[in-house]
Each structure stands twice: as structure tokens, then as C-alpha cells.
């Protein structure tokens, strides 16, 4: 009997351990429902398939042409994950995608339980539309109270702002712990490793953005900085004392919740956390001074 219970524990174990390695490996935004950046679907002629795996291999699932926005959730190698319908998933060539900089996530907010969405910026527009509370939506542009959103996949319209709300992700899903708060003389929050002093938990890309700086820096050790706009205004995340060589490189575009690399010690560190800043840049350029920047406290935009 003892042994049938050992190795009851060991299958559990096995199962609890593989749904972790799968859940790491899944595009956990898609899971959530989480949207990430907007992608303009750039095919010199014809159109761009969608496929059901990130080769030409996968069967087509569905086709976008040319002109029309389509979601993107996270890259792998030369491929998007895209949502191109209502919670219909699927791969697409980076190479036809033009990544739309400067959009951003928001979360509908509405209290009414469901948000218009109107051909134009105004209440005197037709209703094309609804958008449930929860749903994340991008915002493509801004004008007067009103946004252009990109929403269900590949459908875009316009949405009173006052019903959204922006969102931003944990960078390190497998813990939660601070170790050390923000203040005057700290610009970020330091997350401690989910089994203390063992380097190795994922680093994942708070926001969608550009990689505007991607080694060692300075006592940070390995970084990477994103560039990125929260409710318009342009942001930029920090992520130092990585344990090695960040997976992504500078001019990169990322999706939210993609890994950039592993929680370490490597820079001033005493001990595996990631040290994570969440900076106010001065303008859109693509800055890394920290003089283009100003540090805020990454537990009032995080959720
Ligand atoms: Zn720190």
C-alpha cells in the first residue's frame, strides 16, 4: 500500500509539474483573453493565411487581406499568434504584419454591462456594435473622449474612453512576493524568486512595446527596457538582474506576457529577484537615459 501511495504522490506530482511546464509554454494572454498589440496586415498581393501552427505546415483556418487590423497576442520565432475573430486563434507570417506602435491595451469598464462601439467619434454615429465589460480592447488612435479601437480580432470602431480602463501584467507569474517597495531612493519594486534564492522563474514582457535596450548595464546586470503607452501616455518598463542573456533584442517588437528572460542575480544583487521599473518618458522618442524618464511606482499601474 505504501507504494501505491508513493507513487500516487509521483503521479500527481508529474501531472501538477507538466500542467506548470504547459501553462508556461501556452500563450497565457490568449488564455486570458488578454489583448496585446495591433498588427496591420501588409501582403504585397493576395491575402495572408492564418494557420493552425506557426509553419507553413498548419491547415488554414481563415484568410486576412491586405489593409485590415488583426490582433496580436505574442511572436514566436517568424510567427504572431493572432486572435482574428471572437476568440478564434491562429498563426500568421511576421513577415506580412505590420506591428502598429503606439497602441495599447485597455480593459472595457462599462456599468451597464456592455459598452457601443459607433461608426464614428460620437453618440450621433450608428451603433455597429457591443463590446462586453471585461473584454480588453486596443486603442488605434484618440480624438475628444472618443477611441478607435481594435476589437473581436480584426473589427475596429469607436468608444466613449470614460468606459476604459488600461491594464498592465505581472512580469514574474510565478511569484508575487516583494522584497522591496519602491521609494526615493529605489525606482522600482524588487520581486522575489518563487523558491527564495533559486534564479530561473520567467520574466514576462508587462506590456506590448519595442525593445529599446536588451544587455548588461550598469549595476542592472542583464535588462531589458520596453518601450510602451499606457492611456496615451508613453511608458517604459525595466526589467534588471536577469540570469542570463535577455531572449529578446533591441528593436524587437513583444507581446504582454511574452518572456524576455529568467528572474537572476546578476548586476548589484544580493540574491535571484527582478528588480522591475515602470518610468514616464518624457516624449515617444525611443529614449534609454534615465534623464528621458521618471520613475513612479510600478504597484500603482500593475495588477
Ligand atoms: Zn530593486
Request: contains cysteine; proline residues 3%.
Amino acid at each position: 500500500m505504501v507504494h501505491v501511495k508513493k507513487l500516487r504522490k509521483a503521479a500527481a506530482f508529474l501531472l501538477i509539474a507538466v500542467t506548470l511546464v504547459l501553462a508556461g509554454f501556452m500563450p497565457k494572454a490568449a488564455a486570458a483573453g488578454v489583448t496585446s498589440a495591433a498588427g496591420l496586415v501588409s501582403t504585397s498581393s493576395g491575402a495572408l493565411n492564418v494557420r493552425s501552427s506557426a509553419g507553413t505546415s498548419g491547415a488554414i483556418l481563415t484568410k486576412l487581406y491586405a489593409g485590415t487590423y488583426v490582433t496580436l497576442i505574442t511572436k514566436t520565432g517568424s510567427w504572431w499568434y493572432v486572435e482574428y475573430a471572437p476568440s478564434a486563434y491562429g498563426y500568421v507570417s511576421a513577415d506580412y504584419i505590420k506591428y502598429v506602435y503606439g497602441t495599447y491595451a485597455v480593459q472595457v469598464a462599462a456599468s451597464s454591462g456592455n459598452l457601443n462601439v459607433r461608426s464614428g467619434a460620437g453618440t450621433s454615429y450608428g451603433v455597429i456594435g457591443t463590446i462586453p465589460s471585461g473584454r480588453t480592447v486596443l486603442v488605434l488612435s484618440e480624438s475628444g473622449g472618443w477611441d478607435r479601437v481594435l476589437y473581436n480580432g480584426t473589427a475596429t470602431g469607436y468608444v466613449s474612453t470614460s468606459y476604459l480602463k488600461s491594464l498592465m501584467a505581472w512580469p514574474a507569474p510565478a511569484s508575487h512576493k516583494i522584497n522591496q517597495y519602491f521609494s526615493s531612493a529605489h525606482n522600482g519594486v524588487d520581486i522575489g524568486s518563487s523558491v527564495h534564492g533559486v534564479a530561473g522563474d520567467s520574466v514576462t514582457a508587462a506590456m506590448a512595446g519595442k525593445v529599446v535596450y536588451a544587455g548588461t548595464l550598469d549595476g542592472y546586470g542583464y535588462v531589458v527596457y520596453i518601450n510602451s503607452y499606457y492611456n496615451g501616455q508613453p511608458i517604459q518598463t525595466r526589467y534588471a538582474h536577469l540570469m542570463s542573456a535577455p531572449l529578446v533584442s533591441a528593436g524587437a517588437y513583444v507581446g504582454v506576457g511574452q518572456r524576455i528572460g529568467y528572474m537572476g542575480n546578476t548586476g548589484e544583487s544580493t540574491g535571484a529577484h527582478l528588480h522591475f521599473e515602470v518610468r514616464l518618458r518624457n516624449s515617444s522618442a525611443d529614449c534609454i537615459a534615465n534623464a528621458d524618464s521618471t520613475p513612479v511606482n510600478p504597484l500603482n499601474y500593475v495588477k
